[in-house]
């Protein structure tokens, strides 16, 4: 998503897009990643071999739904319904096995309107100048409008990689339950545990068109990542990531701060959490 936003020139959060709820979370994301030094991530990504199958499973997975999304969109029912069947099929495989009669394990994030406390920007329905898109004339059963529908490529890329590559993410919380990972699991979460929110998802990715010109620069980024992880070279890999890092250096400060804040909240309710599972 970094990436996408350096190579467009855009911080969107400032345009009113992007903004509140689980977008919080993600933009956050963004920078807590990129405030970091680039080493820590090279050495995951490179010297991981697991970590390259996951990499390319991921590309390969936004590119999938992405082409699956443009042709659906553009009037093929057969992809529309292989969409909505792989979309459904990732969410059945990561968080449908639950065991009857076992207590659900709470969310990680927590509510919509909670995250919009965190938020480096304030919510506006639509671009400056642009109707309603498709989804919000149609749908009446979609979000409020201050959480603008979008397609959440890069959540269902996440969760349909996971699936393809046979993860539980939940076991590698249990091993390795790092802040970041909390959040990248808990805005997955969010959206496929919810009927209502992953319905709009799809949906606007079927018929919105006001995110697809950021949606290809998602694709094209990850696609670019993959393809510099599989080289090995930590040269080029500290020259994309420092590029993409120069954009967004101007707002650490402040996003460091709301995301700092962030982190805390969402780890004092996962501390909560866990004592009360243990007793």
């Given at each position: 998503m970094g990436?996408?936003?350096?190579?467009?020139?855009?911080?969107?959060?400032?345009?009113?897009?992007?903004?509140?709820?689980?977008?919080?979370?993600?933009?956050?994301?963004?920078f807590r990643i990129y405030s970091n030094a680039w080493h820590v991530y090279a050495g995951l990504a490179i010297l991981n071999p697991s970590a390259r199958i996951q990499i390319d499973q991921y590309a390969r997975s936004a590119t999938d739904i992405f082409k699956l999304m443009l042709s659906g969109g553009s009037g093929s029912v057969d992809d529309e319904v292989k969409l909505r069947k792989r979309i459904e099929w990732g969410r059945e495989v990561v968080f449908g096995n639950r065991s009857p009669g076992k207590k659900e394990r709470r969310p990680i994030l927590l509510s919509q309107e909670v995250l919009d406390r965190f938020s480096l920007g304030k919510p506006s329905t639509h671009r400056q100048g642009?109707?309603?898109?498709?989804?919000?004339?149609?749908?009446?059963?979609?979000?409020?409008?201050?959480?603008r529908p979008n397609s959440h490529l890069s959540l269902l890329a996440m969760v349909d990689c996971w699936a393809h590559l046979k993860i539980n993410?939940?076991?590698?919380?249990?091993?390795?339950?790092?802040?970041?990972?909390?959040?990248f699991l808990g805005v997955a979460e969010h959206l496929f545990l919810s009927p209502s929110l992953l319905g709009?998802?799809?949906?606007?990715?079927?018929?919105?068109?006001?995110?697809?010109?950021?949606?290809?620069?998602?694709?094209?980024?990850?696609?670019?990542?993959?393809?510099?992880?599989?080289?090995?070279?930590?040269?080029?890999?500290?020259?994309?990531?420092?590029?993409?890092?120069?954009?967004?250096?101007?707002?650490?400060?402040?996003?460091?701060?709301?995301?700092?804040?962030?982190?805390?909240?969402i780890m004092e309710t996962e501390i909560q959490r866990e004592e009360e599972e243990s007793e």
């Open positions: 990436t996408a936003w350096s190579c467009s020139l855009s911080y969107p959060w400032e345009q009113g897009l992007y903004v509140g709820g689980i977008e919080t979370a993600k933009v956050n994301l963004v642009a109707p309603p898109s498709p989804m919000e004339m149609t749908f009446g059963s979609a979000p409020p409008s201050k959480y993410p939940y076991e590698h919380l249990a091993l390795a339950a790092t802040p970041i990972f909390r959040l709009s998802a799809i949906q606007s990715a079927l018929h919105d068109s006001w995110h697809r010109s950021d949606d290809l620069e998602f694709i094209i980024a990850a696609r670019g990542w993959s393809q510099c992880v599989s080289f090995g070279n930590f040269d080029l890999y500290e020259r994309r990531f420092q590029e993409t890092r120069s954009f967004f250096e101007g707002r650490f400060e402040e996003a460091g701060r709301l995301g700092s804040e962030m982190i805390k909240a």
